[in-house]
């Protein structure tokens, strides 16, 4: 067999004399194409330092995710309170608005009134409070009482459970840097799962022993295998949740490349329709409004109102309609004169571009609502998987550390 060193013996012999002449070495030519090894090599180093450096954060941000999955459920069950409901037939929706002014009767009407979701459920009444910075929105949420218009409780955004886990997961309390901050970690999720995928790869023929798990194995195989195991089943999940959590950081952005091949309407709120200013014309009541946008959706359930903050301002009334994917909120949409009462302009989702279909579909497939129940429990469940990845990937990283010391101190 032909060794390294016979290749470079700098001695050869001549044909038909005993003589010996130098010649120069033969020496390899470099491979300019990097081995499967050396591109293993690069991916490993690359999946293992993403792990490490940014893994506990994405361990923080999935377990927020699975908690607010079920937040309303959560928060009815830490806050009993906001399901104190009276016997007795529904207020209108002026009385309700004005109990939930009585709150903070100095302060602006309500931004918006969302509509109870269940028989016990109340009505939420969103105050934006007009003693925060400029730069900052800081906003009240006032329970109330659909029987008796009379207000269960006045809780600060961002203070109560869930909603601290809301600004937690969505922008880690740091406002706007927050969430360039966790899209940029989404991408780095997305690498993570990518080279996790391309490492775990079989050669031909060993597709059975990669999916299994070696109960007999030592610790770090052991570990290995749940690491491994536990990445396949929930890749393709947690690439969806990866890819949808980009877009809510970065709605514009990922807006504008939908932009490329499908029109998208402009929803910034400086382009909503106004109402015609009228001199001493009395204003339509939020009822009436509601009213209103059920005519032209009669099949439609009412979801929300936007109430006028301005002179200038219409009403903007949300309903979700038979078969839309966003089940708590809905996306069709009536803006109405507060004045005249006259429709200003309609959102029909069964009319929506194929971009605009698109994102549609990006929140109720985050937090799972696109497929109902089943897919609230799967995108809970989902969110478990990056710690017992990261537990895991720890433990065979510290595990094969201690046997490089231990083998280094013989």
Known sequence: MTTVTEHLRPVRTMRGSGKAMDVPPTVPLPQNRPSRTSWKKLWLNLHLYIGLVAGALFVLTSLTGSLLVFYKTIDEWLNPEQLIRSAGSDQSLRDIVAGARTMHPDWSPPDTLIFPLHDRDTFHAWFKDPAAAPTEERWHVVAVDPSTARPLSDRQWGVFFVSFIYELHQELLLGKPGEIFLGIMAVFLLVSIGTGLYLWCPAPGKLRRALSFQSGGSPIRRHYDVHKLTGLAGALLLTLLALTGFYLEFPYAV?????????????????????ELQAEASKIQPEQAVAIAHTVFPDATPMWIGLPQHERDSYSVGLRQPGEVRQAGGQTEVWIDQYSGAVRRVQDWRGFTRGETLLSWLFPLHNGEAFGLTGRWLVCITGIMPLILYVTALRVWWLKRAARVRQRGR
């Open 255 to 275: 807006t504008s490349v939908v932009r490329w091949f499908s029109p998208v309407r402009d929803t910034a709120p400086e382009l909503q329709p106004l109402s």
